[in-house]
T-cell receptor
Framework: DSGVTQTPKHLITATGQRVTLRCSPR?????VYWYQQSLDQGLQFLIQ???????AKGNILERFSAQQFPDLHSELNLSSLELGDSALYFCASSAGTGTGGQQPQHFGDGTRLSIL | GENVEQHPSTLSVQEGDSAVIKCTYSDSASNYFPWYKQELGKGPQLIIDIRSNVGEKKDQRIAVTLNKTAKHFSLHITETQPEDSAVYFCAASIARGGGNKLTFGTGTQLKVEL
């Protein structure tokens, strides 16, 4: 058990809809990362937050957004969903920001999103 | 941006044999290289990592080597066991502006046969 909690485990919805994925980081971790895993794209970095602030951004679609709350949990919002958004979405957390040396990232077990 | 290539895509070994997975990276500024093991239905699990100021690191049956000049790093698993069967991912990271994103390789499906 990595200590990173993601909910829900599975999500089935239709094209055009909006969903919210939730992540609780490990106790004491200030950084949260979101990754997308699909068969054709592999594991792709989406976005990082540190203590409520955005720190790094990958190839995240404009239809996707995220935030980190004062209690350090994070939410990933996906809107105007398309069939191609079907994937596993992972959250990871680490102790620091990356300045002064990267901290190991620990992953949750993901949310499987299926778009019908 | 950073690009990480990983080989082989599949690897089958007999129990007790060694397994080696190799990765190359493109950005010479990368300075942190973790390896993850992913089992079916689970998230990636960190198994070992190495920083650019170290050439080799070992943890029981698992070792990682890094060649900064050639920009490649490898995972070595000795005395493989059936429970080592999983998908293994290498990754590279550059600490830049407070960001710490991981760029992953495409994964290696390791099968340890009895």
């Amino acid at each position: 058990d990595s200590g990173v909690t993601q909910t829900p485990k599975h999500l089935i919805t239709a094209t055009g809809q909006r969903v919210t994925l939730r992540c609780s980081p490990r106790s004491g971790d200030l950084s949260v990362y979101w990754y997308q895993q699909s068969l054709d794209q592999g594991l792709q970095f989406l976005i990082q937050y540190y203590n409520g602030e955005e720190r790094a951004k990958g190839n995240i679609l404009e239809r996707f957004s995220a935030q980190q709350f004062p209690d350090l949990h994070s939410e990933l919002n996906l809107s105007s969903l398309e069939l191609g958004d079907s994937a596993l979405y992972f959250c990871a957390s680490s102790a620091g920001t990356g300045t002064g040396g990267q901290q190991p990232q620990h992953f949750g077990d993901g949310t499987r999103l299926s778009i019908l | 941006g950073e690009n990480v290539e990983q080989h082989p895509s599949t690897l089958s070994v007999q129990e007790g044999d060694s397994a080696v997975i190799k990765c190359t990276y493109s950005d010479s500024a990368s300075n942190y290289f973790p390896w993850y093991k992913q089992e079916l239905g689970k998230g990636p699990q960190l198994i070992i990592d190495i920083r650019s100021n170290v050439g080799e690191k070992k943890d029981q049956r698992i070792a990682v080597t890094l060649n900064k000049t050639a920009k490649h790093f490898s995972l070595h698993i000795t005395e493989t066991q059936p429970e080592d069967s999983a998908v293994y991912f290498c990754a590279a990271s550059i600490a830049r502006g407070g960001g710490n994103k991981l760029t992953f390789g495409t994964g290696t499906q390791l099968k340890v046969e009895l």
